[in-house]
């Protein structure tokens, strides 16, 4: 009996599972955007884990109209691991097309993607949800990239993880086109 409860303990079997952390907005990257929106996301997505933390990075803020960088990070931990990956560069591709095979490579293999309404060219998966976002109107015309990738999937539904990871990037578009000081129309809507 001691062996079995002492297992049961080791593996988390119920009634010894860990709680589930909060997500709270008030510690959702700022980043991510609306901080109400990106919370009740993250709280689809993620996996259970008994705390989560972030870590929101702005390595390079765009300052006027001649300044062409801005690059942001979020990284969300929790039980020890990374769990997502939310990341905003100012970027210039020739084409939409070569910017997905870039952003999609190391995510999600290019067939599990299919597109969704967002800026010049959004694509999504139960990984990774990308918005390519006009940011310049003058030449050279740039984007931002942005990359929503989830590390360690939870226990949601396919498309509930999907909806999840697009609502994610299309609140991290509108704070990073709005931050960026970018004079092209964004094109993000829901």
């Not at 001649?66 to 997502?84: H, I, Q």
């Not at 990359?147 to 498309?159: I, K, Y």
Request: hydrophobic share 40%.
């Amino acid at each position: 009996m001691g062996l079995g409860l002492g297992l049961a303990y080791a593996c988390g079997a119920p009634p010894f599972e860990e709680e589930r952390g909060e997500v709270k907005a008030s510690a959702v990257c700022k980043t991510l955007g609306a901080s109400s929106g990106a919370a009740d996301a993250l709280r689809k997505v993620l996996p259970d884990e008994s705390s989560y933390s972030f870590d929101d990075q702005v390595m390079h803020r765009r300052i006027d109209d001649t300044d062409r960088t801005y690059e942001t990070s979020c990284f969300v931990n929790g039980g020890g691991k990374m769990l997502l990956v939310a990341t905003t560069e100012m970027v210039g591709y020739d084409k939409a097309e070569e910017w997905v095979e870039d952003v999609v490579a190391n995510a999600s293999a290019p067939s599990d993607v299919t597109s969704f309404q967002a800026g010049d060219k959004a694509v999504a998966s139960e990984r990774i949800a990308a918005i390519y976002v006009p940011c310049r109107d003058e030449r050279p015309r740039e984007h931002l990239s942005v990359v929503v990738e989830l590390r360690q999937r939870g226990g949601a539904a396919v498309a509930e993880v999907r909806e999840g990871l697009i609502t994610l990037a299309r609140n991290a578009a509108r704070f990073a086109h709005q931050q960026a000081k970018c004079d092209a129309p964004a094109e993000v809507t829901g």
